[in-house]
T-cell receptor
Framework: GQSLEQPSEVTAVEGAIVQINCTYQTSGFYGLSWYQQHDGGAPTFLSYNALDGLEETGRFSSFLSRSDSYGYLLLQELQMKDSASYFCAVRGYNQGGKLIFGQGTELSVKP | DADVTQTPRNRITKTGKRIMLECSQTKGHDRMYWYRQDPGLGLRLIYYSFDVKDINKGEISDGYSVSRQAQAKFSLSLESAIPNQTALYFC???????????????FGEGSRLTVL
């Protein structure tokens, strides 16, 4: 089977940097995705890592270590609007391309 | 207009009633999915379909059925709703070819279902 673990809550202040970790277990692995969700709205895609290393998109970066079955989402220069839930998700060989999601991390950004 | 549209957006029903949630998309994607979200449990996959003739069970398919009426339409049915099916339901789509936005799903706005 597949499983993912991420912290349930993270709190940080505006302007700071925060890292949200994700560890996964899956048989076979295509890649790790990250999604953002505001207040029960539609989740939106942030990033995808298929190879080891850091992918940067503006203030957000995502990292993957396949050997450690570990990844993280890094948010820099935090803004109040970054307060949201963040989900990691894996695509594994045995999953036929479908995504299995973690339980989500609720990020609260304080003034 | 939204690329992935779900109807209804909100529904309150009673135990034992049959409910259908509908999803339509204009993205031209072959792959469609139904997820369920409960507080603290993330998004759990109910069913998915990779083309009109393809239906697959996800993590939590018991008590649900689906129909892929056309490439653009994927509906989720609860034949006899029960209170623990109260949840937020999301439809999503993705591109078939892996090198085209791999790992990216496009979600609808969600359908909030309450079963009394």
């Amino acid at each position: 089977g597949q499983s993912l673990e991420q912290p349930s809550e993270v709190t940080a202040v505006e302007g700071a940097i925060v890292q949200i970790n994700c560890t996964y277990q899956t048989s076979g692995f295509y890649g790790l995705s990250w999604y953002q969700q505001h207040d029960g709205g539609a989740p939106t895609f942030l990033s995808y890592n298929a190879l080891d290393g850091l992918e940067e998109t503006g203030r957000f970066s995502s990292f993957l270590s396949r050997s450690d079955s570990y990844g993280y989402l890094l948010l820099q220069e935090l803004q109040m609007k970054d307060s949201a839930s963040y989900f990691c998700a894996v695509r594994g060989y045995n999953q036929g391309g479908k995504l299995i999601f973690g339980q989500g991390t609720e990020l609260s950004v304080k003034p | 207009d939204a690329d992935v549209t779900q109807t209804p957006r909100n529904r309150i029903t009673k135990t034992g009633k049959r409910i259908m949630l509908e999803c339509s998309q204009t993205k031209g994607h072959d792959r469609m999915y139904w997820y369920r979200q409960d507080p603290g449990l993330g998004l759990r996959l109910i069913y998915y379909s990779f083309d009109v003739k393809d239906i697959n069970k996800g993590e939590i398919s018991d008590g649900y059925s689906v129909s892929r009426q056309a490439q653009a339409k994927f509906s989720l049915s609860l034949e006899s709703a029960i209170p623990n099916q109260t949840a937020l339901y999301f439809c999503a789509t993705s591109a078939q070819r892996e090198n085209k936005a791999p790992g990216e799903l496009f979600f609808g706005e969600g359908s909030r279902l309450t079963v009394l």
